[in-house]
């Protein structure tokens, strides 16, 4: 077995170095530089609009109201099992694993990352509404998938030949797409995130006769036990379908979010003194980091590329995965859609994942607690797993009900991110061999959890990574071929709805949804 993990670890370490590289990172960040400069810097220039349509029409009847048509969920629930999915371990420990390695300044450059995701992440939902569709259950199907083949795959050039198109091409890439959605449900979102509950939970709610029994490998029964109980949870919701996941997202998510957020404003409201050194060690490690981190340009590489992955591992913008669930939205507007997924990049690392990286900063000042901001070393006795645990026992140290609370905090974050995936990659199989065999895919799921329980955690976490980075490729390429469009709905979104000129809207790809979206568009 230890050999077989070594070969695995060999073998994905090569390929996370290409995905990961400079090309990986160029592409990603480039692809959402593009289209913000494209859409002439959205997220900022109409802070006001999506931020109205968002937030800011949370509690109204049209966000918040169930659907009755199969497969098809409310905005709101869209956006919280969006969220269920991407607000997870890489909300808590993966900030810490970045902080850990990369420095204070990773944590810049997660926001930079986040700045332009918003962007990607909207252009993703614009197209993923825009080229959805109905599949043989009469649900919503959309995704990177459907702009690849329908989209990509349109595109006409002259060869010496005459007119040929990119049909094949695009094909292709959404196959790859597929695969690569449905390994990464296996990492991102199944073996990564329990392999981080299963760790916290044994750490802060030890049974010490389960936990010392080793079975092999130096697993204990304890892990086993809680893989195989996160199993069964998982059966009971994802086999229900979109509608049981999305229906338990929407009662968790905002819950865990509000709970966990509250919790970090108090550590940081007592450590009050520490958040403008924090803040400046943020900002100065991000171009000057310490030795650690392997200094001058090394060390900005080091802390760059660990704020982009985590980054990346924490909002999914650019991965093209929070569009197959934001494509059962009843919503009829692309761009309303869109205007979602930038809050939600926005709500996971603007919001959640700064909450986190201020907790460990700050906990005990810059020069104590769990991790010294200015050496780089974390506390003796801790490892980027049980930073936040730690950091919240600086404050609420009795019992240990801090550590409890994270614990808590990352089943929920990470069960939820198990329950997301799941969709994801029931709707990359549906497109590869078809609805009515999503359940097989949703059962294979359910197992790869219990590997999550016994794999050793970098190994977990670097296999996500790579998965993510493969997923990434097909996915940033289709979004590049489609900003003109992307540029074009959006303008005539704005046009209608801003500057209220009477324009025909742009809905759809397929001339008979685009009638009966808009037959529709006033009810919505």
Not at 98 to 112: L, Q, S, T, Y
Request: glycine share 12%.
């Amino acid at each position: 077995m230890e050999a077989f993990l070594e070969k695995v670890a060999e073998i994905n370490g090569s390929v996370n170095g290409v995905v990961w590289g400079i090309f990986g990172l160029a592409l990603l960040i480039g692809t959402g530089i593009i289209v913000t400069l494209s859409t002439k810097v959205f997220q900022v220039s109409h802070l006001k609009l999506w931020w109205k349509n968002t937030i800011g029409s949370l509690f109204t009847k049209d966000v918040m109201k169930h659907r009755k048509e199969k497969g098809v969920i409310s905005p709101f629930q869209a956006l919280c099992t969006a969220l269920a999915a991407t607000v997870g371990t890489g909300n808590i420990a993966g900030v810490a694993a970045a902080i850990a390695i990369g420095g204070a300044g990773a944590v810049f450059w997660m926001w930079v990352a986040a700045f332009f995701g918003m962007m990607t992440n909207y252009a993703e939902n614009v197209l993923g509404i825009y080229f959805r569709r109905k599949n043989s259950e009469g649900e919503w199907s959309g995704g990177a998938m459907y702009y690849l083949q329908d989209g990509v795959g349109s595109y006409s050039y002259k060869d010496k030949h005459g007119e040929a198109t990119l049909k094949k091409p695009g094909r292709i890439l959404a196959v790859l797409f597929c695969i690569f959605t449905m390994l990464a449900s296996f990492g991102i979102g199944s073996m990564g995130q329990v392999n981080k509950i299963v760790a916290n939970v044994a750490s802060a709610f030890d049974v010490k006769s389960l936990s010392s029994v080793t079975l092999f490998g130096g697993v204990s029964l304890y892990s086993v036990i809680i893989g195989v109980v996160i199993m069964i949870l998982t059966a009971v919701i994802t086999l229900g379908g979109v509608k049981r996941i999305a229906n338990v997202a929407e009662k968790i998510v905002p819950f865990m979010v509000v709970l966990f957020v509250a919790g970090s404003l108090v550590i940081i409201g007592i450590n009050y003194q520490a958040i403008l050194p924090a803040f400046k060690a943020i900002f100065v490690n991000a171009f000057a980091p310490e030795a650690f981190v392997g200094g001058g340009i090394g060390g900005v590489i080091v802390a760059m590329t660990n704020g982009f992955k985590r980054g990346v591992f924490s909002n999914e913008a650019g991965l093209g995965s929070s569009v197959m669930v934001h494509s059962n939205s009843s919503v009829k507007e692309p761009v309303k859609q869109g205007m979602w997924g930038i809050f939600e990049v926005f709500a996971d690392t603007m919001v959640v994942c700064t909450m986190t990286a201020l907790v460990v900063l700050t906990s005990g000042g810059l020069n104590g607690g769990v991790f010294n901001a200015q050496t780089g070393e974390i506390a003796k006795g801790f490892t980027d797993a049980t930073l936040v645990g730690g950091a919240f026992n600086e404050v609420f140290s009795w019992g240990d009900i801090g550590s409890k609370f994270v614990a808590i905090a990352m089943f929920l974050f990470a069960f939820t991110t198990v329950l997301g995936w799941s969709h994801y990659g029931s709707k990359a199989w549906e497109y590869l061999f078809g609805a009515k065999t999503t359940v097989v895919f949703r059962i294979i799921h359910v197992i790869t959890i219990i590997f999550g329980a016994v794999l050793t955690s970098s190994l977990a976490w670097d296999i996500s990574d790579t998965f993510n980075g493969l997923m990434m490729i097909p996915n940033l390429i289709g979004v590049l071929f489609m900003i003109p469009l992307v540029v074009k709905i959006t303008k005539n979104y704005v046009d209608r709805k801003v500057k209220k000129k009477d324009l025909k809207p742009i809905l759809s790809y397929d001339p008979d949804i685009q009638a009966d979206a808009e037959a529709n568009l006033d009810a919505e």
